[in-house]
């Protein structure tokens, strides 16, 4: 059995190696996330900060020039008490790498027990050795849970004290300068009731505007008795020190338990946070490992993904599921932010990068988490319809670009609101979960109902021109390229929508079984047939001298930025150019049109996405970490390996290595999730259509293999690419049928090996 664990020595522990470290050996579950600070915090200001995924103040947004209908406050991610702060002391020095007289750390991250540990070897300037170990773990099994031990152990006779602190009195972080960060720094959480009591360290507080409560317990326990011990309450923080004395060699532990829980999910957070600490305590720290590792043991069963030949990348794809893991919302009223609960960028808010670049990970793998998710995004419907009334239309949704809990939270809307291909995302995500699972009922529940929303605020955007149906003033996935008209990317998910609203009316009206979407919709026969032709009509924008689809009506006519003369330190061009000046040339910031071919292929041409690719391949910066994985997925389609290599490589490190120099304000989810998409969807070549789920698999030069699982509904199929050969097999006693290189194979429990094929994939 594979073991799942990423290390890192420490080195040198300037700002920028500890703020990376915090996001890389950050400790989430989907609810909770508590970025990987030392405990003993540093000389430097680095971002301490603890999350529950959904729980979020409002700020305001000021628009300078505050036309109609801009958004002027925002949701935003709030950092709540900060539960992870322990300083030792050993014989009243700090323990700490800044004062040792040598020292050497290391962290690392298991991924099948599901925590993470930070040893250092410190050694005072008596010569006194000091060995310690943190180990911590946000529970996968007990959402508000959080456990931290801290082991220490020195060669001589030592007298220890532990500092710790439980502190209510945080801010968010900010940078003016980064417009993908914050721009101003906000206490949101403030102290309600702060106590001391038993052991018990407790701070509830609530967000200054957004009406959110949040409990936070803190439990400590030591190993040795207590020489003396002394609490400390302010209005805010609670902060505790405790002394100890300990032989040469004799271990003292610190065992923390932390519960952390708010009132969008309990009635009295509180009391909640209370229950959940008694279980927890009654269960055990091994029972809680225990059940640790069991949930991850089931995890990986069904959601690894491994490659055989080159361990640092199998090392680094298998670190990119944990971390997706860890980021996605499990409770159906949270989804996942950009970051995950890893850091504050972007705010903590949900975009389409979930539906685009994650969903399809957890709805091949874990269908539950998938429902979840679209559950979620249900749950904002109503507020996606009200985003469309105050954008001025009658009818249907418009999920905002990016929000908590269902607001538009984007305060550049060229860039924001006008990429309405969100729509696109939540019915791509529905239409792929559909198609994965067959769970018709909750298509019939609620599936059927936001795709009928989506078409219908699809058909009022649009219009038709001589005989074509438009979609004019869009922003596709290209952030610079704003507000054009027939964005090609736009369109084919348009009229994709529209073909699935209709069929699934249709079918579930046949079987009676779209009552309750249309009860929800009052939709009539009429819209549908209307919906029917914007399909047929839609314009789908071509150039038959280039043989590409055009990303929009004008881009041929800008001129082409000079990718390979623009100097290295000028990119992202969003940090160094003014939008006019991008919007006015062919330059793309990631993938869009070439997107729109790997997810909508049957609406075009293989030539014409192969001229298309190398059309925008020279004009594309990939600035956006969504990028080089959609040109990985898309060069294997096209026969290209070597790029697609290349490009998956760029995808794999981009968290690891911090290659985007911004890891330090959370990791890239969406590109974690598009680093599983290059191996299933490309290098696999899979694709789920209508009429099946078809792979047309090649090997990578480089590697000996590749292997993952894919559970459809309610089967897991075990693909494994080995050398030339191919093997599929099920886990049940039964048989699927897909199409491998376009041959219809049955698939049973018994494994099956075919012959690899080291072509294009299509
Ligand atoms: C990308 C968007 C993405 C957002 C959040 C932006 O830089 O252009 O496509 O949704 O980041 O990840």
């Keep these: 059995m594979k073991r799942h664990i990423f290390r890192k020595r420490q080195g040198k522990l300037d700002q920028k190696e500890l703020e990376l470290e915090e996001t890389l050996f950050h400790n989430a579950n989907g609810y909770l996330g508590v970025r990987g600070s030392m405990e003993e915090g540093s000389f430097h200001e680095t971002l301490r900060g603890t999350y529950l995924n959904g729980v979020y103040d409002i700020v305001d947004m000021p628009q300078a020039e505050p036309l109609y209908g801009l958004a002027n406050k925002k949701e935003t991610l709030v950092n709540i008490a900060d539960i992870q702060t322990v300083r030792l002391y050993a014989d009243g020095e700090l323990c700490t790498p800044s004062t040792a007289a040598d020292w050497h750390g290391e962290r690392s991250l298991d ?82 009731e702060v106590t001391y009591k038993d052991g018990l360290s407790k701070i509830v507080t609530s967000t200054a505007r957004s009406g959110i409560t949040v409990a936070t317990i803190v439990y400590d326990t030591f190993s040795l008795p207590i020489l003396s011990s002394t ?132 709805t091949l793998t874990q269908p539950k988490i998938s429902k979840n998710l679209l559950e979620y995004r249900y749950t904002i419907l109503n507020k996606a319809r009200e985003n469309a009334r105050f954008l001025g239309y009658s009818k249907g949704a418009l999920y905002p670009w990016r929000t908590i809990n269902g607001e538009e939270c984007s305060g550049f809307f060229p860039a924001g609101t006008a990429q309405y291909h969100i729509n696109g995302a939540v019915a791509y995500a529905l239409i792929l979960y559909y198609l994965v699972t067959d769970d018709i009922d909750f298509m019939q529940e609620k599936g059927l109902e936001m795709l009928l929303e989506i078409a219908r605020f699809w058909y009022e955007l649009g219009n038709f021109f001589k005989g074509q149906f438009m979609i004019n003033c869009v922003t596709g996935p290209d952030e610079y390229t704003c507000l ?126 192969l001229h298309s690719y190398d059309y925008y391949e020279r004009l594309t910066t990939h600035d956006s970490s969504l990028s080089p994985c959609i040109f990985s997925i898309m060069a294997s389609r096209l026969g290209l390996h070597e790029k697609a290599y290349a490009y998956f490589k760029d995808s794999i490190e981009i968290d690891i290595h911090n290659t985007h120099g911004n890891t330090k304000d959370g990791i890239h989810t969406a590109n974690m ?76 429990e018994k494994k099956i090996s075919f012959q690899l094929q080291q072509r294009s994939n299509k």
């Design 673 to 748: 999730g598009g680093s599983y998409l290059c191996i299933v969807f490309g290098f696999a070549g899979l694709r789920i259509k209508e009429t099946g789920i078809y792979l047309y698999p090649y090997l990578p030069t480089a590697w000996k293999g590749y292997a993952f699982c894919l559970t459809l509904r309610n089967l897991h199929m075990h693909v494994h690419i080995h050398l030339d050969e191919i093997a599929l097999w099920l886990e049940e006693k039964t048989i699927q049928k897909i199409f491998l290189y376009d041959k219809e194979r049955t698939i049973t």
């Design 111 to 192: 991924m099948d027990g599901g925590f993470t540990k930070r040893t250092l070897t410190w050694k005072s300037k008596a010569g006194k050795k000091v060995n310690v170990a943190v180990t911590r773990m946000a529970s996968f099994t007990r959402l508000p849970l959080f456990v931290l031990q801290y082991r220490v152990i020195c060669d001589q006779a030592t007298l220890f004290r532990f500092e710790t602190e439980h502190d209510c009195n945080v801010h968010n972080f900010s940078d003016p300068d980064d417009p993908r960060l914050a721009s101003v720094s906000v206490q949101h959480m403030l102290p309600q």
């Design 231 to 362: 609490e400390k309450e302010s209005t805010a923080a609670i902060s505790r020190a405790v002394s100890f004395s300990a032989k040469s060699n004799e271990e003292l532990l610190l065992t923390r338990l932390v519960v952390c829980t708010d009132s969008r999910r309990w009635k009295d957070p509180l009391k909640t946070a209370e229950a959940f600490l008694s279980d927890a305590r009654q269960a055990g720290i091994p029972q809680l490992f225990a059940e640790q590792k069991a949930y991850l043991s089931a995890f990986w069963k069904y959601s690894s993904c491994e490659i055989e030949g080159n361990e640092i990348l199998d090392e680094g794809l298998s670190f990119n599921l944990y971390e997706l893991l860890q980021s996605v919302g499990k409770d159906g009223i949270s989804h996942l932010a950009a970051k995950g609960l890893s850091g504050e960028g972007y705010e903590g808010h949900y975009f389409w990068d979930t539906e685009m670049f994650v969903q399809p990970l957890f």
């Design 484 to 609: 054009v008209n027939n964005n090609y990317y736009t369109n084919v998910s348009a009229k994709y929508d529209f073909h699935w609203a209709v069929k699934l009316y249709r079918m579930l009206s046949k079987e009676g079984k779209a009552t309750a979407a249309i009860a929800a919709t009052g939709i009539c026969e009429e819209e549908i047939a209307a919906f029917e032709k914007a399909e047929q009509a839609m314009f789908l924008p071509y150039d038959k001298d280039l043989d590409i689809n055009l990303q929009d009506d004008s881009f041929l006519q800008k001129k082409q930025w000079d990718i390979k003369a623009t100097p290295k330190e000028k990119f992202p061009l969003l940090l160094h150019y003014h939008p006019l000046t991008l919007y006015n040339h062919q330059v793309c910031k990631q993938a869009d049109t070439v997107f729109a071919h790997y997810l909508y292929e049957e609406y075009t041409s293989y030539s014409t996405m």
